[in-house]
């Protein structure tokens, strides 16, 4: 099982997105859990994932976390906004795949 975990100020404004990327990872019959988080639980969470993506709102935060996902061997990144503005699931799930394959 891959984790996807998702940042954004409250960890509510990525819900949607998340539930997009859920119903492709579905479709494709891909073993993904994914979930967003609120900012303030962002190094906690990331513990147990294979992957972060922050919100574009958040970007100023790539810099902050990026200290502690190179130590838990996590990518991060941040969402693309058009594909974040268009609540595009998919184009956000292969993101976050392409850069577990380019982690291993």
């Given at each position: ?9 409250a960890?509510?404004?990525?819900s ?23 900012q303030d ?9 294979d ?7 958040m ?5 902050k ?9 996590v ?10 503005g268009?609540?595009d699931?998919?184009a956000?799930?292969?993101t ?9």
């Amino acid at each position: 099982m891959k984790n996807i975990v998702l940042a954004c100020s409250a960890g509510m404004s990525t819900s949607l997105l998340v539930s997009k990327m859920e119903e492709i990872a579905t479709e494709k019959g891909l073993d993904v859990r994914i979930w967003a988080v609120a900012q303030d639980k962002v190094v906690k969470e990331m513990e147990q994932a294979d992957v972060l993506l922050i919100g574009p709102q958040m970007r100023f935060l790539k810099k902050k976390l990026s200290k502690a996902a190179e130590e838990l061997n996590v990518p991060i990144d941040v969402i693309d906004p058009i594909a974040y503005g268009r609540i595009d699931g998919e184009a956000v799930l292969t993101t976050a795949l392409e850069m577990l394959e380019g982690n291993k």
